[in-house]
């Protein structure tokens, strides 16, 4: 039974930064992608970034520039920092880790932007 877990979530100004991380229990066999999604109060859920196997990543266009995302050294945690954070990034982020057969979610963890 594979399980993932994020944290890093809580209160942050404007401007200011935040890393999530995302780490699997269980085990894990083939490669995948690990990827953030999130979403905000009456809006549906959005791809915020994925990087694959071989660490190509992509990013929502409302977050590029501001947003990194990475694989742990251990490949089975990611993370999403985000720097230069803005109100409308308020939102609950969620981890997914994604193969050709299985898809996995995590509880999501609120991020607010607020002053």
């Known amino acids: 039974q594979v399980q993932l877990v994020e944290s890093g979530g809580g209160l942050v100004q404007p401007g200011g930064s935040l890393r999530l991380s995302c780490a699997a229990s269980?085990?894990?066999?083939?490669?995948?992608?690990m990827g953030w999604y999130r979403q905000a109060p009456e809006k549906e859920r959005e791809l915020v970034a994925t990087?694959?196997?071989?660490?190509?990543?992509y990013y929502v266009d409302s977050v590029k520039g501001r947003f990194t995302i990475s694989r742990g050294y251990a490949e089975n945690t990611v993370y999403l920092q985000m720097n230069s954070v803005k109100a409308e990034d308020t939102a609950v982020y969620y981890c997914?880790?994604?193969?050709?057969?299985?898809?996995?979610w995590g509880q999501g963890t609120q991020v607010t932007v607020s002053s």
């Open positions: 997914n880790f994604r193969s050709w057969n299985q898809n996995y």
């Open positions: 269980g085990s894990l066999f083939g490669m995948y992608t």
């Open positions: 990087i694959t196997p071989v660490g190509s990543t």
